[in-house]
């Protein structure tokens, strides 16, 4: 471990905004201690400096949101739309589900698994115009702009996206490979 002098611990302190009072209270330390270690008239012990240390370094840490790392604007097909328009934006867009909206508002998803499905099914079922609304699939959870990003971690192990939403309308899209993004950056 780095034992910082006086005016690196001072320094990073206020680079983070925070006070001596708080950094005392956060690392279970007196205020007058802080300031003390800050002026560098006390030698503090190696226990107290590492609490010091581990406090101002979560608080530079910046936390990630789900506004932090969702795609805006989300591309989507309506319920409404045919079966092969919702297949050509798939291609065109290099994706293997869309969320399904009406009016801003998640109703479902469509998949390339439910699209082989409509495939198979078409061969049998002459003159009929598959839509979207035939073949989708449950809607992606939505989660608020300001959930932390390992809760979206949780739900995107069970699910293949996530829709950030705000006052009743989907903001933005998360998906398995945004978190990777996010690991690889």
Do not use: W
Request: glycine share 4%; with cysteine; net charge negative.
């Amino acid at each position: 471990m780095h034992i910082p002098a006086a005016d690196e611990i001072r320094s990073a302190r206020r680079r983070i905004g925070m006070t001596q009072a708080e950094l005392a209270r956060r690392s279970g330390i007196s205020q007058s201690m802080v300031a003390r270690i800050e002026r560098g008239s006390v030698d503090p012990r190696v226990s107290t400096l590492r609490r010091i240390v581990d406090v101002i370094t979560s608080a530079e840490v910046p936390v990630v949101t789900a506004a932090n790392l969702m795609h805006a604007p989300v591309e989507s097909v309506s319920p409404e739309d045919s079966i092969l328009s919702a297949v050509e934006k798939m291609d065109r867009m290099a994706f293997s589900q869309l969320p399904v909206l009406q009016d801003g508002v998640p109703v479902g998803c469509i998949s390339e698994s439910a699209i082989l499905t409509a495939i198979a099914e078409q061969k049998h079922q002459k003159g009929h115009h598959p839509t979207v609304r035939d073949y989708m699939e449950s809607s992606f959870p939505t989660v608020p702009p300001e959930i932390e990003i390992e809760t979206v971690v949780g739900i995107l192990e069970q699910h293949h996206a996530v829709l950030v939403m705000k006052e009743g309308r989907v903001e933005g899209v998360i998906t398995k490979h945004d978190l990777i993004s996010l690991i690889v950056e």
